[in-house]
Structures are given as C-alpha cells and as structure tokens.
C-alpha cells in the first residue's frame, strides 16, 4: 500500500509545509519534521518518491535519511540534494512554479528534508511510498 506525506517546517512555533523567503537576500535554512520511511514499516522494496514545488526559488533541497530507530542528528545523511538557481527572466513564462521528482531506493527507517534558500519560495515538498 503506497502512502503519501507532506513534509512540515516549524516556522514562529508552528508547522508549516510552504516556506516563503523573507525577501532580505539573508541564507535561511530550515530543517522538516521525520517521517516514516520504508525500513520503519518493514517494506523489502525500499522505494520512495519526493516531489517539490518552488516558485523563484534560488537554494538547495536536499533529503536526508538515517536507519537509526532513535536518530541523533550525528545519524542523518544526505541522500538527495539538487541546487535551484532563480530563472532567467522570460516574458513568455506565465507561471514561475517548478515542480521536481525524484525517486531513491533504500530500506531507510526515518526520511527528512533540507532547505537552505536566499531568495523565493517552497511551495511544498511531498513523499510516496
């Protein structure tokens, strides 16, 4: 049985899936609640899904992983990154927002997501599994 999640960001004491750049060119970095990966549920295929969406988004993304039951920061890894420079200006172009997909394999027992972003906007960042 698949599942889809939302990764939530605590912003100002709540949780949040959207991140918006406070439009002051500072590097700002959050880091998204764990959710249960594969390797939690004791699927054998290991096989997930991310899909995000950005909009003027100049950052990075990253996912990171662990197979530790009771992670302490020490236990995370990089999984995924990928780099988002702001597009080039294009008068044709009626909707900025980019969405991106990528798949990864592994029997991971919790999954996270990075950002770390100085202009723009996460809209959101989605998992399957």
């Not at 599942?3 to 899936?17: G, I, R, Y």
């Not at 990253?62 to 530790?68: G, P």
């Not at 995924?80 to 027992?109: C, K, L, M, Q, R």
């Not at 996270?112 to 202009?119: G, H, I, M, N, Q």
Request: hydrophobic share 30%.
């Amino acid at each position: 049985m698949a599942q889809s999640e939302t990764f939530k960001f605590t912003v100002n004491d709540e949780l949040t899936a959207l991140l918006d750049h406070p439009d002051d060119s500072s590097t700002v970095s959050y880091t998204s609640d764990k959710l249960k990966g594969d390797g939690y549920y004791g699927r054998s295929d290991g096989f997930h899904t991310v899909q995000y969406s950005l909009n003027g988004f100049n950052g990075t993304v990253s996912v990171q992983a662990t197979l530790s039951i009771s992670p302490a920061e020490a236990d995370w890894f990089t999984i995924y990154e990928e780099s988002h420079a702001i597009p080039g200006s294009d008068s044709s172009v009626t909707d900025p927002t980019e969405s991106h997909i990528t798949n990864f394999t592994g029997n991971y027992v919790w999954i996270r997501a990075s950002v770390e972003w100085t202009d723009g906007t996460l809209l959101s960042i989605k998992i399957n599994h």
